[in-house]
């Protein structure tokens, strides 16, 4: 139970300046401007928005600001800003096939059309301090250019598909529930779990994606592919009678080719997982998939292994860390009256136990 | 036919402005001259759109979470009316797409295209062109290595 108190307000207004004096820190230190996070803590801004589930790069830096880099709490102020926005409407599905790529990768074709392209990545980076970065004011490196593709880069699932190899993906309601209007309600359908997985928090998708891997709701993954760019979104605008693109996002897509599933009634095809994350955000988008493709045990006629990643009510029910958070820290404010009726009770049963002691031992006696 | 061109030209003016940077967009449009006389319609509003995906990228939709979006409607003089949208949060930079669009639809399609929609496609597609090409370096040259028996 919560019962309001009075008081502390002069405490709490003290403690809030001085938060943003800490906020501040060493005056002698210049002070980060918004266009310092946006462009040099890109990644950060890419979390706060795929968590916050609202992308405006400018909004996310002044929110991890506002936050001194604690991404949680971040992303909280980032969804309490959007509760105050008007939805004006949805858009178009995004069309990740025409994507402009910065990166794509296939784990399972070596040579697929459009080739294997790195793109700006940690991969095969060796791990060690740059102490050059310490030193500000350091020369960047030309990136070097080549002649660009022409065209969209196919999707490697399409390659499959085309031989029946991979399952289809059905078509579902052209509306899909939106956890962020109605209470998350189950059985939650394949929309509404990757709604829940993509704003999910990213250790979280992450160690449930882990868990697939080492045994718990195996469901041996390759990563058929994984693109990193922009698209552009669409959406149909009432007042002229047409649809225009509205803005651009930076996505990460995955698509995963998992173990093939076969009746009597049809021959065995490889099944998918995706993961789809606003941002530049692989760990997210692989782990995503991944754990999509645990979650489909029921509709593809799989056996319930009992794993935590098989179990939505568990993963959808706990993958949110704003929820997360305000559940876990409620508990650090103040609860005097429910903590007094505890210790009225255990001083009351610790007199009854003594005392009923206290008659045993005379009578042993 | 001519309904719909003139369709796909307001559509691809449309989308060009609400995606343009707004700090250039409003340089261009101060550069193109004083603003018209206009009654706002829909004053300046900064809201969200609902991004969707679909799952396995050809399937069902499913929200992927929003983008901030402001809009605003403004009607000339003359009658002509124009809509404006663009992805952020800029009262200034939707009302000067809305005027723009009013403004093309009124007779000076033509001028504006030069003045601001041409500038702000070359910088698109120069800026996407740049990222391609740096892309296309990283691509894999995979050979083989012949192993003498």
Not at chain 1, 291 to 299: C, I, K
Not at chain 1, 314 to 340: C, M, R, W
Request: proline letters at 5%.
């Amino acid at each position: 139970m919560y019962v309001a108190v009075k008081g502390g307000e002069r405490a709490i207004d003290n403690a809030h300046a001085w938060l943003a004096e800490e906020r501040r820190g060493d005056t002698d230190v210049s002070e980060l401007s918004l266009a310092q996070i946006r462009e040099q803590l890109a990644l950060a801004v890419n979390r706060v928005m795929a968590e916050g589930s609202l992308y405006d790069p400018d909004l996310a830096a002044l929110a991890i600001k506002q936050a001194r880099g604690d991404m949680i709490e971040a992303v909280f102020l980032i969804r309490a800003y959007r509760t105050t926005l008007p939805r004006f409407g949805a858009s178009a599905p995004v069309a990740t096939g025409a994507m402009a790529c910065d990166r794509r990768i296939s784990a399972t074709f070596k040579d697929l059309p459009g080739g294997q392209v790195l793109g700006p990545t940690f991969d095969y980076t060796h791990r060690l301090l740059d102490f050059a970065l310490a030193a500000e004011g350091g020369e960047v490196p030309e990136p070097a250019t080549g002649a660009a593709t022409e065209g969209d880069l196919p999707h490697v699932t399409s390659f499959l598909a085309r031989e029946d190899l991979i399952q289809d993906e059905p078509e579902g309601p052209a509306t899909p529930r939106d956890l962020t209007r109605e209470p998350l309600d189950f059985p939650a359908d394949r929309p509404l779990r990757l709604q829940a997985l993509t704003r999910g928090d990213e250790g979280f998708v992450l160690s449930m994606a882990y868990s697939t891997q080492r045994g718990y709701g195996r469901n041996h993954p390759f990563v058929g592919e994984l693109r990193v760019g922009t698209v552009p979104v669409e959406m149909e605008i009432p007042e002229l009678g047409f649809a225009i693109e509205i803005g651009e996002v930076k996505v990460t897509e995955c698509e995963t080719v998992n173990q093939f599933l076969g009746s009597k009634s049809e021959p065995p095809q490889f099944t998918r997982g995706y993961g789809l994350v606003f941002g530049h955000s692989e760990r997210k988008a692989i782990s995503m998939a991944l754990v999509d493709r645990a979650l489909r045990w029921e509709e593809l006629g799989e056996d319930d292994m009992g794993a935590p990643a098989q179990d939505a009510e568990f993963v959808l029910y706990h993958s949110d860390n704003v929820q997360a958070t305000g559940f876990l820290e409620h508990i650090k404010l103040p609860h005097y009256v429910d903590f007094q009726s505890e210790l009225e009770l255990i001083r009351r049963i610790r007199a009854e136990a003594m005392a009923a002691q206290g008659d045993v031992q005379e009578a042993a006696e | 036919m001519s309904d719909q061109i003139e369709i796909d030209a307001r559509k691809a003016r449309l989308s060009t402005l609400a995606k343009a940077p707004h700090a250039r967009l409003l340089d261009l449009w101060q550069g193109f001259g004083a603003a018209p006389e206009h009654e706002v319609l829909r004053a300046p509003e900064i809201g969200t759109v609902m991004v969707r995906g679909r799952a396995g990228a050809v399937g069902a939709p499913f929200n992927l979470g929003e983008i901030t979006v402001t809009r605003c409607s403004v009607r000339l003089g003359s009658g002509a009316v124009g809509h404006g949208y663009v992805q952020g949060r800029s009262h200034e930079a939707a009302r000067a797409v809305a005027l723009i669009d009013a403004l093309s639809e009124d007779g000076q399609a033509a001028a504006l295209e030069a003045a601001i929609l041409l500038p702000l496609r070359a910088e698109a597609e120069g800026g996407k062109a740049a990222r391609a090409e740096k892309a296309a370096a990283t691509k894999v040259e995979f050979f083989t290595i012949v192993r003498g028996e």
